[in-house]
């Protein structure tokens, strides 16, 4: 099930993307092709999946509603990636550069901002749904802020750390989670035990992607390794190694650069590997992972819950 987790809702899946084209059209086409340029881009669909197999495995039945709300997470998710790169100055995502590279700085911003309103327009004007997304989107920006408050300090926590991606990552899966279990009706014990697993499984999503700055393979990752590194994110593998006792200390040198050369970032990321770093974090988004699908116990065991596992199990396997 953990390769294959999306088969049981692959024509929802289908349907979403369906609903984004529809819904972000614009009949100015360097609009239009700006929004082709992001969702032809191979995003994973994650956040509206959790959204719909929350959905069906707390009972719910097939749903327009559910399908446009699933949608809208994916578009708010894009939003923040666009913003995002923007605001590291990365110039490559997915394999190819980045919308502010690609069509500038202030045609990015605009189509940010235009995926995030159009999100918003696929959802109900029910007040929990709006509290929710509004709560994830707080995080998000609140998140952001305190990562800029750490980038290239030395003396970072891993509790600094798991902070910072539970505002950054999880609390938008989270919310998509905790959504398809409210459209379903489900009662605040399974609301409460289904969006505690999708928070969890955040939270192992995003150490997955900080491992794989360091040891992805470009082909697979579509992202230069060691970008975090260079852009001063205190993420979990340079935490750990910087308390290496070898090469702790040349680690934190290169960390504290407001300017890397290439030639530091291949000297990091060597040492990085040298060390238990990469080891401990995927001890600890396994343990993460474990701790999520615990959450699922109340539920009533389906195939999409079966699906959810999978999803957990797919996090901490990926290569990408």
Same mark, same amino acid.
Request: net charge negative.
């Given at each position: 099930?953990?390769?294959?987790?999306?088969?049981?809702?692959?024509?929802?899946?289908?349907?979403?993307?369906?609903?984004?084209?529809?819904?972000?059209?614009?009949?100015?086409?360097?609009?239009?092709?700006?929004?082709?340029?992001?969702?032809?881009?191979?995003?994973?669909?994650?956040?509206?999946?959790?959204?719909?197999?929350?959905?069906?495995?707390?009972?719910?039945?097939?749903?327009?509603?559910?399908?446009?709300?699933?949608?809208?997470?994916?578009?708010?998710?894009?939003?923040?990636?666009?913003?995002?790169?923007?605001?590291?100055?990365?110039?490559?995502?997915?394999?190819?550069?980045?919308?502010?590279?690609?069509?500038?700085?202030?045609?990015?911003?605009?189509?940010?901002?235009?995926?995030?309103?159009?999100?918003?327009?696929?959802?109900?004007?029910?007040?929990?749904?709006?509290?929710?997304?509004?709560?994830?989107?707080?995080?998000?920006?609140?998140?952001?802020?305190?990562?800029?408050?750490?980038?290239?300090?030395?003396?970072?926590?891993?509790?600094? @750390? %798991?902070?910072?991606?539970?505002? #950054? !990552?999880?609390?938008?899966? &989270? +919310?998509? =989670?905790?959504?398809?279990? @409210? %459209?379903?009706?489900?009662?605040? #014990? !399974?609301?409460?035990?289904? &969006? +505690?697993? =999708?928070?969890?499984?955040?939270?192992?999503?995003?150490?997955?992607?900080?491992?794989?700055?360091?040891?992805?393979?470009?082909?697979?990752?579509?992202?230069?390794?060691?970008?975090?590194?260079?852009?001063?994110?205190?993420?979990?593998?340079?935490?750990?190694?910087?308390?290496?006792?070898?090469?702790?200390?040349?680690?934190?040198?290169?960390?504290?650069?407001?300017?890397?050369?290439?030639?530091?970032?291949?000297?990091?990321?060597?040492?990085?590997?040298?060390?238990?770093?990469?080891?401990?974090?995927?001890?600890?988004?396994?343990?993460?992972?474990?701790?999520?699908?615990?959450?699922?116990?109340?539920?009533?065991?389906?195939?999409?819950?079966?699906?959810?596992?999978?999803?957990?199990?797919?996090?901490?396997?990926?290569?990408?």
């Amino acid at each position: 099930m953990e390769d294959q987790w999306y088969l049981p809702i692959s024509d929802e899946l289908a349907t979403v993307d369906g609903i984004i084209a529809d819904t972000i059209r614009s009949k100015k086409p360097e609009l239009q092709e700006m929004c082709d340029y992001v969702t032809s881009s191979g995003g994973k669909r994650i956040r509206p999946a959790l959204c719909i197999l929350a959905y069906y495995a707390c009972g719910g039945t097939e749903s327009d509603e559910m399908l446009r709300t699933a949608s809208a997470f994916e578009l708010i998710h894009d939003a923040t990636l666009i913003h995002d790169d923007i605001n590291d100055k990365s110039e490559i995502r997915r394999g190819r550069k980045t919308v502010h590279e690609n069509f500038t700085v202030t045609k990015a911003v605009i189509l940010g901002d235009y995926f995030f309103v159009m999100g918003l327009k696929l959802i109900s004007m029910d007040k929990n749904i709006v509290e929710t997304i509004a709560d994830a989107s707080k995080a998000i920006a609140e998140s952001e802020f305190i990562q800029k408050e750490f980038e290239h300090k030395p003396i970072v926590t891993e509790s600094d @750390y %798991l902070n910072i991606i539970r505002g #950054k !990552t999880a609390m938008l899966m &989270s +919310a998509a =989670a905790r959504v398809g279990a @409210y %459209l379903a009706n489900a009662d605040h #014990k !399974t609301t409460e035990a289904i &969006s +505690a697993f =999708a928070l969890d499984a955040g939270m192992a999503f995003q150490m997955i992607d900080d491992v794989l700055d360091v040891i992805g393979d470009y082909r697979s990752t579509g992202k230069k390794a060691g970008m975090d590194i260079a852009e001063g994110k205190p993420t979990l593998p340079v935490i750990y190694a910087m308390s290496d006792s070898a090469n702790g200390k040349r680690i934190r040198e290169i960390f504290e650069k407001r300017e890397s050369t290439d030639a530091d970032l291949e000297t990091v990321l060597e040492m990085i590997r040298k060390t238990d770093a990469i080891d401990r974090c995927m001890a600890k988004a396994k343990e993460m992972i474990e701790i999520a699908i615990s959450h699922l116990s109340s539920i009533k065991d389906t195939v999409y819950k079966d699906s959810l596992t999978g999803l957990a199990r797919y996090i901490v396997s990926r290569d990408r």
